[in-house]
């Protein structure tokens, strides 16, 4: 519930910051990877469905949303997810304490996440247009990681700091 709640949230701030009413894959992509970090990988399924919800109430009127809708749930829910396994599997992050996480790994972790994420966009650029040249596909490319990249990387490790902070405070009120 509270995964989706986030990720409902963030889907609605960026709505409301784009002013378009349409859901920003950028920040709702890091706000996935951080339930994942906070949840494990098992909210996967919660993830999806609150993604799918979120666009759903936030399409821009009359679009029409199956296939953007399909590539964006699936960038959203597994680029997150792979960059999380990968950095699970390798013991380069341990997810089970929250306070060891440095801000080294929030980086690794944010630049595995936009690599699959700008892939994945890539994908869908090239679906759903035709004559794209490669230079364009190059520029959209490196402009699809650099806001992934800041994006999550800002995203992730300010609220790991809150996290933190509050775990602190609760600590010092009740010693």
């Known amino acids: 519930m509270i995964v989706f709640l ?12 784009e002013s378009q009413w349409a859901v920003n894959v950028n920040l709702i992509g890091g706000v996935a990877l951080l339930s994942y970090m ?17 666009s759903l109430i936030f399409k821009p009127q009359g679009a029409i949303v ?9 960038t959203c829910t597994v680029a997150p997810a792979i960059a999380l396994y990968i950095m699970s599997s390798a013991k380069r992050i341990n997810i089970s304490s929250i306070v060891s996480i440095t801000f080294k790994q929030v980086l690794i972790l944010s630049f595995l996440q936009a690599i699959f994420c700008s892939i994945f966009k890539l994908a869908q650029l090239a679906t759903t ?4 040249l490669p230079i364009a596909m190059a520029e959209s490319f490196s402009s699809f990681f650099v806001i992934d990249f800041i994006g999550t990387a800002t995203l992730v490790y300010v609220a790991i700091q809150i996290i933190i902070y509050s775990k602190k405070i609760k600590l010092t009120q009740f010693s």
């Open 66 to 74: 199956p296939l953007e809708l399909a590539m964006m749930t699936f």
């Open 38 to 54: 906070l949840f494990g990988l098992r909210l996967i399924p919660s993830v999806l469905l609150a993604i799918i919800v979120a």
């Open 6 to 17: 986030m990720i409902f949230v963030f889907a609605y701030i960026s709505a409301v910051v």
């Open 129 to 132: 247009t035709e004559h794209t």
